[in-house]
């Protein structure tokens, strides 16, 4: 077994055999690791799941290794006294030895390329977000506020444009030069908003996600460009904890104690869940809730998680979003089970057949719940 500790231009080795005994340690440049490793014989190659990670175990793969990628966080606790590259190496080998570890699927070339659109989109808006906190700073220097948003924007032109503003004219020129500035951002946001959308249209899989309250297209474009294989959970609740759903534990001696949520995995994907779920509760908010739906049930055993009241139903405060988040998440992960498995979509469909005399459709039973 060969760990290797990656970087830009050093690569360390620490090769051991399988009951643990160092056969041999290396530092070598980029050129020469990849010709001291096709004149290897097939070995176990283990890495941490770092930038390039997913383009080097696609380089060894070819070459007739085995390739297992670990997270560095189960990496850090193997990591003796002073950290440096030889003792990471050593502690990838120590960890990937472990029969409880869990390894990290490498990306395709078309998974790592799918993102690629997205992650361009949320640069822009982070960008004109930056653009926008500049001209309303500089802006409040002078006395005039400007609420947030992108739509109160508009409310500047005026101000430049009228004549008897006390702006100085050097000021007047940089918040023109800001504008100019965010209308280009804004026209590149729109370009990709539209490429992406039509992107979804043309997946089977974004289609279908949409189907689903609460998913639009650029989250089932996220979800399918940034989520795993769902053959990789076992069920909808590890897909929920995978995303960071679940609250954090500190239990210690017989005493459960639970935090918030873990905030762990996908942050792009949990965002949009989130956000795209808390619009589907406020929704039911402002209108009546379906009796005996899911929701109806969870408020009649938890009536103290609809905080803020408004109307006859409430809204749900942030110790109630909680379970309907999850609770949609594992809906959409048996979709997406669904989708990659055809032979996981004959059983459902006769498990359904077996147990609706009628021929209902149960996930359509469970959207209804959410609607």
């Given at each position: 077994?060969?760990?290797?500790?990656?970087?830009?231009?050093?690569?360390?080795?620490?090769?051991?055999?399988?009951?643990?005994?160092?056969?041999?340690?290396?530092?070598?440049?980029?050129?020469?690791?990849?010709?001291?490793?096709?004149?290897?014989?097939?070995?176990?190659?283990?890495?941490?799941?770092c930038?390039?990670a997913?383009?080097?175990?696609?380089?060894?793969?070819?070459?007739?290794?085995?390739?297992?990628?670990?997270?560095?966080?189960?990496?850090?606790?193997?990591?003796?006294?002073?950290?440096?590259?030889?003792?990471d190496?050593?502690?990838?080998?120590?960890?990937?030895?472990?029969p409880?570890?869990?390894?990290?699927?490498?990306?395709?070339?078309?998974?790592?390329?799918?993102?690629?659109?997205f992650?361009?989109?949320?640069?822009l808006?982070?960008?004109?977000?930056?653009?926008?906190?500049?001209?309303?700073?500089?802006?409040?220097?002078?006395?005039?506020?400007?609420?947030?948003?992108?739509?109160?924007?508009?409310?500047?032109?005026?101000?430049?444009?009228?004549?008897?503003?006390d702006?100085?004219?050097?000021?007047?020129d940089?918040?023109?030069?800001?504008?100019?500035?965010?209308?280009?951002?804004?026209?590149?946001?729109?370009?990709?908003?539209?490429?992406?959308?039509?992107s979804a249209?043309?997946?089977?899989?974004?289609?279908?996600?949409?189907?689903?309250?609460?998913?639009?297209?650029?989250?089932?474009?996220?979800?399918?460009?940034?989520?795993?294989?769902?053959?990789?959970?076992?069920?909808?609740?590890?897909?929920?904890?995978w995303?960071?759903l679940?609250?954090?534990?500190?239990?210690?001696?017989?005493?459960?104690?639970?935090?918030?949520?873990?905030?762990?995995?996908?942050?792009?994907?949990?965002?949009?869940?989130?956000?795209?779920?808390?619009?589907?509760?406020?929704?039911?908010?402002?209108?009546?809730?379906?009796?005996?739906?899911?929701?109806?049930?969870?408020?009649?055993r938890?009536?103290?998680c609809?905080?803020?009241?408004?109307?006859?139903?409430?809204w749900?405060g942030?110790?109630?979003?909680?379970?309907?988040?999850r609770?949609?998440?594992?809906?959409?992960?048996?979709?997406l089970?669904?989708?990659?498995?055809?032979?996981?979509?004959?059983?459902?469909?006769?498990?359904?057949?077996?147990?609706?005399?009628?021929?209902?459709?149960?996930r359509?039973?469970?959207?209804?719940?959410?609607?």
């Amino acid at each position: 077994m060969i760990g290797v500790d990656l970087s830009k231009n050093v690569f360390q080795l620490h090769c051991a055999m399988m009951s643990g005994h160092l056969k041999f340690r290396k530092k070598l440049t980029r050129p020469q690791f990849r010709q001291f490793m096709s004149n290897q014989p097939p070995a176990v190659v283990v890495m941490e799941a770092c930038g390039s990670a997913s383009y080097w175990a696609r380089e060894l793969n070819k070459l007739g290794h085995e390739v297992k990628l670990i997270a560095p966080q189960y990496v850090r606790p193997f990591v003796k006294r002073q950290k440096n590259d030889a003792a990471d190496a050593e502690a990838i080998v120590i960890a990937a030895q472990r029969p409880e570890m869990r390894f990290v699927e490498p990306k395709t070339e078309d998974q790592q390329a799918r993102p690629a659109l997205f992650r361009a989109r949320e640069r822009l808006l982070h960008q004109r977000t930056e653009l926008v906190n500049a001209l309303r700073g500089l802006l409040y220097e002078f006395g005039y506020t400007i609420p947030q948003g992108i739509g109160h924007l508009k409310r500047i032109e005026p101000i430049l444009d009228d004549p008897g503003c006390d702006l100085p004219e050097i000021v007047r020129d940089e918040c023109r030069d800001l504008m100019e500035q965010i209308a280009k951002k804004t026209a590149r946001i729109d370009a990709r908003t539209k490429i992406a959308k039509s992107s979804a249209e043309k997946s089977d899989t974004a289609r279908r996600l949409q189907t689903m309250p609460g998913v639009g297209p650029l989250t089932a474009l996220a979800i399918e460009a940034f989520a795993p294989d769902m053959m990789n959970f076992r069920r909808g609740r590890d897909f929920a904890a995978w995303l960071g759903l679940v609250p954090r534990q500190h239990s210690s001696g017989g005493k459960e104690r639970l935090g918030r949520v873990s905030k762990a995995g996908q942050a792009d994907i949990r965002r949009l869940l989130i956000v795209g779920g808390d619009s589907r509760l406020n929704w039911l908010g402002r209108w009546s809730i379906p009796e005996g739906s899911w929701l109806a049930r969870m408020l009649e055993r938890k009536p103290g998680c609809w905080s803020r009241s408004r109307g006859p139903t409430g809204w749900p405060g942030r110790s109630g979003r909680c379970p309907p988040r999850r609770r949609i998440i594992r809906i959409r992960h048996e979709l997406l089970h669904e989708l990659n498995s055809e032979s996981s979509l004959a059983s459902a469909k006769e498990v359904r057949e077996g147990d609706n005399p009628n021929g209902r459709n149960d996930r359509t039973d469970l959207d209804r719940e959410n609607q």
